[in-house]
């Protein structure tokens, strides 16, 4: 579908964790697999479609019978299969929405986990710009729930640390082919500073359709994706985004080690995306492990107690008990030109406060849902 550049990148990274597993024990350490076993993925293709994405996760509880459902990008289709295991009681770990609406009542339960980041936190990184270039911003982002919702927490990242002005926003239609109209608002307006929120293949399209019509105005992306990056080339460079994974994090180890043998694997480097893949499959492989079990109340229960200190994105991975949604170290990178990576993203610095948006634990709502029984 619309989102298959994050989508794709994101299977390869999980792919990568289950083959590490099975030949050596990867993460997990001692022998191959999990619990004597090998670890079986199996994926499928949601195509972008809320009904295609329900009724995939159906066939893998009901017919295949997994132990546990890993990925989905798009929220609205998250959303639905969250409402599906809840019934169930499957456990499903969300590796790719950034609409935090997903751990928000109905959507909570204790049966989800959030396991990337949310909007409250990525976009964090847009304070970098607003503190050089100015509060003068305009915002433009997908036609539903994420777009609208990334939107929502630019405005308030930029307001803590510049006087906020909206010169205007607009939601174009997810993946379009032409930007024009907007872009010539946009020129018109003069920013100081152009908040993107478009994903799928609009990433690239709006950056190199602006910057061939002339818009020379600071941007700044939600998120960084390397393969939509790419995909926009020289159009992109001088762009700041949000991100969660670098390539070379002082502070993670192994993240380096992971992007050669990504590379490797796929003969590229990974983004975010791959590198969520790839995480979120160790973080599954872990609780089990840790549980003994495949038993899913025992997954759960290990799950919510996970610290995950030799992982490749974060220090220390964990979800807040609360909503089950996971926290990060949140980094503002810009987008640059690299002899090795091609393009990369270039560490400008880290969030100093990566929680300062999120909804505090005892305000959630969640907290009957996250009850067993």
Request: glycine residues 12%; hydrophobic residues 35%.
């Amino acid at each position: 579908g619309g989102l298959s550049t994050i989508g794709v990148e994101q299977a390869k990274g999980a792919e990568l964790a289950v083959k590490q597993i099975n030949e050596t024990g990867g993460v997990i350490g001692g022998k191959p697999g999990v619990l004597g076993r090998p670890v079986k993925l199996l994926l499928e293709d949601t195509e972008s479609k809320v009904a295609t994405g329900l009724a995939k996760a159906k066939k893998l509880v009901e017919r295949d019978k997994v132990h546990i459902l890993n990925g989905i990008i798009m929220s609205s289709i998250s959303m639905a299969i969250q409402g599906y295991i809840k019934e169930k009681k499957t456990p499903f770990i969300n590796s790719g929405s950034g609409n935090e609406e997903i751990v928000h009542p109905p959507h909570c339960g204790r049966y989800f986990f959030k396991g990337t980041y949310g909007n409250p936190q990525v976009v964090l990184a847009a304070q970098y710009g607003a503190k050089k270039h100015g509060g003068r911003w305009y915002f433009i982002a997908d036609n539903y729930s994420w777009g609208y919702n990334c939107t929502k927490f630019f405005k308030q990242a930029i307001q803590r640390v510049a006087k906020l002005e909206v010169l205007g926003e607009d939601f174009p239609p997810f993946n379009s082919d032409n930007y024009a109209p907007y872009i010539t608002k946009i020129k018109a307006a003069n920013p100081d500073g152009v908040a993107i929120g478009v994903c799928g293949g609009g990433y690239a399209r709006f950056i190199k359709q602006a910057r061939q019509m002339g818009l020379k105005t600071f941007f700044h992306h939600n998120f960084y994706s390397r393969p939509d990056v790419k995909a926009a080339g020289d159009a992109a460079l001088g762009m700041t985004a949000g991100t969660n994974f670098l390539i070379e994090n002082p502070n993670v180890p192994r993240s380096k080690k992971f992007a050669e043998d990504f590379k490797a694997f796929t003969g590229d480097y990974p983004g975010g995306s791959g590198a969520d893949g790839f995480n979120s499959i160790e973080v599954i492989c872990k609780a089990i492990h840790e549980a003994g079990s495949t038993d899913p109340e025992k997954i759960v229960d290990a799950l919510e107690n996970i610290s995950f200190k030799d992982g490749i994105i974060t220090p220390v991975y964990q979800f807040r008990k609360c909503d089950h949604m996971a926290t990060f170290a949140v980094y503002t990178t810009e987008v640059v030109k690299d002899s090795k990576y091609q393009y990369d993203s270039k560490l400008i610095e880290e969030a100093k406060e990566p929680d300062q948006l999120i909804t505090p634990c005892g305000k959630t709502g969640c907290e009957e849902s996250m009850k067993k029984g």
